[in-house]
């Protein structure tokens, strides 16, 4: 039976190891590692999932609520024009890498897809979906810039925001190895000077 | 003592193991694995290589060597201009992960920051290394560009050439995830219709 006390215990695995699986990977997270980390008995793990890949997929949902909901109030500033949101979107995004995770935690989506993309096709998919789920608030915001003037007519804007997104995740990357804003600097200068116009 | 015969199979080690790292990444890919696809009985690796670690740093000088024999051609091509070689290198690399490697082998340098970064930091400064010195024919082709007027003078070689090298590494991750070549056509019109001018 489904209880709130149920309910509860299967968020406290998932922070806990969603957290184990965006530092040390997919493969490098064993469900052993998910239930000490959550301070429960291995086989109680799958009272709450079906299996690991059903923890990752729950995994990615909860990533992309959290990151939803964090960007609601810039979404929803009306001193802000859709650039403007843009822009305080990604200085958010970098303050969070910088400032809170000390880049040690890049693109949940994008290590997941660079480790398990060959291996698992369920899982592949499941990231891709995600990654498009993910970016829809940016297509709209891309598009009431269009439709406002704030930037070229001639843009596409899926391709456009997948274009920055894609563009930002290597910045993502960059910053995860070499522990450094550099490549944040050139993010912010070309996004800002060269495309979204 | 080392051989012909010792580097010959030393070669045909790393050949076989970077195959599987490049497609099941790092902690995917076992030392038996590697000995299996190699035929090689498993005690035999350590006669070839330290450790799993240093199996990974030649394979990345391997990957590092063939990037730099395979791009050779078109660098010293007298016809074509500095823009003219950035977009045949790009041209090139889309066409070996579209039709030669059908999108499932990613960025090895990008899939090894994801997956290994906050586990293993001799592992995370080797590849930042390597992907430092692999940019670097492009940030000579980009200070080219500039000091022959082919682009801006206000651009900065070696942090243009990084933000292009991440922004495609960015559509080479969505390239594997979604399986298609979307993404390649967004980095090609970003590239020379809005940065590289």
Redo the contacts between chains.
């Keep these: 039976m489904v209880t709130t006390r149920h309910l509860a215990k299967k968020e406290e695995i998932l922070e806990a190891g969603l957290e184990l699986i965006w530092?040390?990977?997919y493969?490098?997270t064993s469900v052993k590692d998910i239930v000490d980390a959550a301070g429960i008995p291995k086989g109680s793990f799958y009272q709450y999932f079906e299996s690991k890949e059903d923890f990752a997929k729950e995994a990615m949902n909860r990533v992309c609520t959290f990151a939803m909901t964090a960007i609601k109030p810039i979404l929803s500033d009306p001193q802000l024009s859709p650039v403007g949101k843009i822009r305080k979107l990604y200085e958010m995004r970098i303050h969070m890498s910088a400032d809170e995770f000390h880049y040690?935690?890049?693109?949940m989506?994008?290590?997941?897809?660079?480790?398990?993309?060959?291996?698992n096709d369920y899982l592949?998919k499941l990231?891709?979906e995600t990654?498009t789920r993910m970016i829809r608030p940016l297509v709209e915001l891309v598009q009431a810039a269009i439709d406002e003037g704030e930037i070229s007519k001639s843009h596409d804007a899926t391709?456009?925001a997948?274009?920055l997104?894609?563009?930002?995740?290597?910045?993502i990357?960059?910053a995860?190895?070499?522990r450094s804003s550099?490549?944040y600097?050139?993010?912010m200068?070309?996004t800002f000077e060269?495309?979204l116009?």
């Design positions: 530092r040390n990977g493969n490098g040690e935690k890049g693109c989506l994008t290590n997941l897809t660079g480790e398990i993309a060959n291996s592949r990231v891709a990654w391709e456009l997948e274009y997104e894609n563009a930002f995740r290597g910045a990357t960059s995860l190895s070499s550099a490549s600097y050139g993010f200068k070309y060269s495309v116009i």
